[in-house]
């Protein structure tokens, strides 16, 4: 018989396989009591969030979603900027023309002429009205020496001349810019307004002088920069502080307000859109400029008279409903004593008159809003205007009229 072990010595035994780990949940379950080692003598589990813990977790989660909402947002506004990107600076190419096929010839007259030089036995036979047909470069040449380029594919070549019926006919239909009627208007400068830090283009404007009264203006802005009232011309130090004065943000005003505001010169503003424009765009334009002028009127002239209120009225409901297409020309015309018109044109062709208003400080103003100030609607318009009034001060009064344009 085995001798006995002891119970104190008896060793132990343990299993060699891992025995599973034991799960947060179950070990709370057992677990026991400081006072007493039975396992069925067990608290309420334990609950891990806490109020710290579960505020910080929601602070966490806030801004989380906060930043992921920025991050939305400024992908959002790229996404905008990048399309205003793209529109502004690409344009789309030009629809194609409805016939590409080129014209038929007519060569019945070719037919006769050389029967004819059959029967004449090879002698020299011209026949009238058998002229040579030009092609369409030439013509499209033609055309570009009578247009002066704008700057955009929207709108490309505005004519160097156009025509407005008279005082007397003012309701006659407007030609489309030929120049050769009664009275013929030549351009004097264009340019391209411009809005918003990404420079979008919305319309094309140009000033044109009716070519009978460009003497005129020739001797106002001489006798504002010559140094003696008798002269006729300028000379180069003359020229230079003219130059200046019409691209001074203060001396420009004053410039070109009395050049305006003493009359006698026919002037006409061809607006052009580079895409659909309403009326309302253009002339809260304006009317945000006439306020301005009349608020810091140059030469302390006043424009507080219940007369120019209800001007400006009349002003505002000449642009009512509707608008300009793209490509199509809307006419300001300032007459020799002030008078304003406006005439727009139809998207099938003609022109339609829009009104008047009679008093002169209204066109006066309207055209400052493009010649003179710290601000201009087309910093290019102006500065193509006043290299075009140079050329006419660097000839004598009276000799630019004769010019062939």
């Known amino acids: ?65 906060t930043r992921r909402n920025y991050y939305a947002a400024a992908g959002a506004a790229l996404c905008m900027l990048a399309t205003l990107v793209l529109i502004s600076t690409y344009e789309l190419p030009p629809k194609p023309d409805q016939c590409d096929t080129p014209p038929r010839r007519d060569t019945s007259l070719e037919r006769g002429a050389a029967l004819v030089g059959a029967v004449s036995g090879g002698a020299e036979v011209r026949i009238a009205g058998a002229g040579t047909a030009r092609s369409p470069q030439e013509e ?51 340019g391209i307004r411009t809005v918003s830090f990404l420079s979008i283009q919305v319309y094309v404007v140009g000033l044109y002088i009716a070519s009978a009264d460009v003497a005129t203006l020739q001797a106002r802005l001489v006798r504002a920069a010559a140094s003696t009232e008798a002269a ?67 030469g302390g002239e006043r424009f507080e008279d219940e007369g120019f209120g209800e001007a400006v009225g009349r002003f505002k409901g000449l642009f009512g409903r509707g608008g300009v297409p793209k490509g199509k020309a809307l006419l300001l015309e300032r007459r020799g004593d002030g008078v304003l018109g406006a005439w727009v044109e139809g998207e099938k062709g003609g022109w339609e008159r829009m009104g008047e208003v009679r008093d002169e400080r209204v066109g006066r103003l309207v055209w400052l809003g493009y010649l003179g100030g710290k601000k201009v609607a087309s910093e290019a318009a102006r500065k193509s205007v006043v290299d075009g009034v140079m050329e006419f001060v660097e000839r004598p009064v009276g000799t630019v009229e004769t010019q062939v344009v």
């Open 140 to 190: 499209e040449e033609e055309n570009k020496v009578q247009q002066a380029p704008t700057g955009t594919s929207s709108v490309p070549y505005f004519p160097k001349t156009l025509s407005l019926p008279s005082s007397s006919s003012a309701s006659a239909a407007l030609p489309v810019g030929t120049g050769d009627a009664d009275e013929p208007y030549r351009l004097v400068g264009l």
């Open 1 to 65: 018989m085995p001798p006995r072990i002891p119970p104190m010595i008896r060793l132990s035994t343990r299993c060699l396989r891992d025995t599973p780990p034991v799960r947060l949940s179950q070990a709370r379950l057992f677990h026991a009591h400081p006072r007493t080692l039975s396992p069925q003598q067990t608290t309420a589990p334990h609950n891990p969030l806490d109020p710290i813990a579960r505020h910080r977790l929601e602070t966490q989660l806030r801004v989380y979603y």
């Open 232 to 298: 006729s011309t300028l000379v180069a130090g003359e020229k230079e502080a003219l130059r200046h004065a019409l691209l001074d943000p203060v001396r420009s005003e004053e410039v070109w307000d009395g050049v305006l505001k003493e009359g006698g010169i026919r002037s006409v503003l061809r607006i052009v859109p580079t895409r659909n424009t309403d009326f309302a765009h253009l002339r809260d334009g304006w009317v945000r400029g006439i306020t301005a002028r009349s608020q810091r009127p140059a």
